[in-house]
């Protein structure tokens, strides 16, 4: 995986009811965050009650962790969602992360080939994210991964409430 030599990675779903997946998937929200890519302060003790809570109840997130010789070295968070002008289910990628300490071992596309992969298995109709203009790094990878700009394109807009 590295220069030098391969190492093992294996991934894992969230199980947001162990304390120990609870805290690894604050760690990796917090430190996106606060990333330059972030640009935000950390979740206060509340948001992150908050957080948990609301996406173990959620019917339709699904998080997995990228773990990289047994150390949590990543995150990804996405979510279900349908198409109707394809009548069909798609996922939707909301965050994607990996420990900075780790960065440039490929583990951000390991991780998001295996979401490609599980919807393809699940015969969803695609899969989507969104990336900042200024995220060349990201941007990079998506395209190495096939993904393009939406035809036609599209403007992601947002009412704060």
């Known amino acids: ?23 690894a998937f604050i760690h990796f929200i917090n430190a996106y965050m606060q990333d330059p890519m972030g640009n935000a302060r950390p979740l206060d003790d509340g948001q992150k009650q908050q957080m948990v809570s609301d996406l173990a109840n959620h019917p339709s997130v699904l998080a997995i962790f990228i773990l990289c010789e047994e150390v949590y070295a990543g995150l990804a968070v996405a979510f279900t969602n349908y198409s109707t002008f394809k009548a069909a289910h798609y996922l939707n990628v ?41 995220n ?26």
């Open 1 to 23: 995986m590295n220069n030098s030599t391969a190492q093992r990675v294996t991934f894992q779903t969230c199980d947001f009811s162990l304390e120990n997946h609870q805290q």
């Open 94 to 134: 909301h965050d994607l992360i990996v420990d900075p300490k780790l960065r440039n071992k490929k583990l951000g596309r390991l991780l998001l080939n295996y979401l490609i992969d599980l919807a393809k298995n699940r015969s969803y109709c695609k899969v989507n994210l969104e990336v900042r203009t200024d």
């Open 136 to 161: 060349h790094i990201a941007q990079s990878l998506y395209r190495s991964l096939n993904f393009t700009e939406c035809q036609p394109p599209m403007l992601f807009w947002e009412k704060l409430l």
